[in-house]
């Protein structure tokens, strides 16, 4: 078993949708990292995160420490957000990332 | 603010050779980790760096190895190529350890 799963592996939505993509992870973590990548390799980092929920734009990430979930949420969706978003646990050794999740939108 | 630089973009590279790849921080970051994505492992952590001490390895072999200088810009060496190390290799950058990470946009490496 992964140490981080993600769910679904690939999306696709209409423009407008709200998408939620989630990360369940079996290790104890000091924080967590939603990362988005476009086509040619540029990673972006979206989130940092050790608790509760943050909110940035369209984008907003939540984590449960309890039930080791951390869920990432697109409202009003566009096109441009057509990426791959992956998680990735911080734990005391390293960075250990998930599958990623494909998103397509569609206008 | 420059962002992270790395260099060179591509490489070509036959099995057997050795390989350096630098990364240059954002001013002002102390720590750089490397990272190795490939399309049928995903991203892997390799190595952390910070204050030009290693505090992290990832699971790679003794092949894999890194540094870092004074001025925080960090180098990482892969010797005796096998085809398998064919990979983006990413570098990120944060002030501290723990912190936000800014990604590189890698160096792009094939092994023939």
């Known amino acids: 078993k992964n140490e981080v799963e993600q769910s679904p592996q690939n999306l696709t939505a209409q423009e407008g949708e709200f998408i939620t993509i989630n990360c369940s992870y079996s290790?104890?973590?000091?924080?967590l990292h939603w990362l988005q990548q476009h086509p040619g390799g540029g990673i972006v980092s979206l989130f940092m995160?050790?608790?509760g929920k943050k909110k940035h734009g369209r984008l907003i990430a939540t984590i449960n420490i309890q039930e080791k979930h951390s869920s990432l949420h697109i409202t009003a969706s566009h096109p441009r957000d057509s990426a791959v978003y992956i998680c990735?646990?911080?734990?005391?050794?390293?960075?250990?990332f998930g599958s990623g999740t494909q998103l397509t939108v569609l206008p | 603010k420059a962002g992270v630089t790395q260099t060179p973009r591509y490489l070509i590279k036959t099995r057997g050779q050795q390989v350096t790849l630098s990364c240059s921080p954002i001013?002002?970051?102390?720590?750089v980790s490397w990272y190795q994505q490939t399309p049928g492992q995903g991203l892997q952590f390799l190595f952390e760096?910070?204050?030009?001490?290693?505090?992290n390895k990832g699971n790679f072999p003794g092949r894999f190895s890194g540094r870092q200088f004074s001025n925080s810009r960090s180098e990482m060496n892969v010797s005796t190529l096998e085809l398998g190390d064919s990979a983006l290799y990413l570098c990120?950058?944060?002030?501290?350890?723990?912190?936000?990470?800014?990604f590189g946009s890698g160096t792009q490496l094939s092994v023939l």
């Open positions: 760096y910070f204050s030009e001490t290693q505090r």
């Open positions: 001013s002002g970051h102390r720590s």
């Open positions: 290790v104890g973590i000091s924080a």
């Open positions: 990735a646990v911080k734990s005391a050794r390293q960075l250990t």
């Open positions: 990120a950058s944060s002030q501290w350890t723990g912190r936000e990470l800014f």
């Open positions: 995160l050790s608790s």
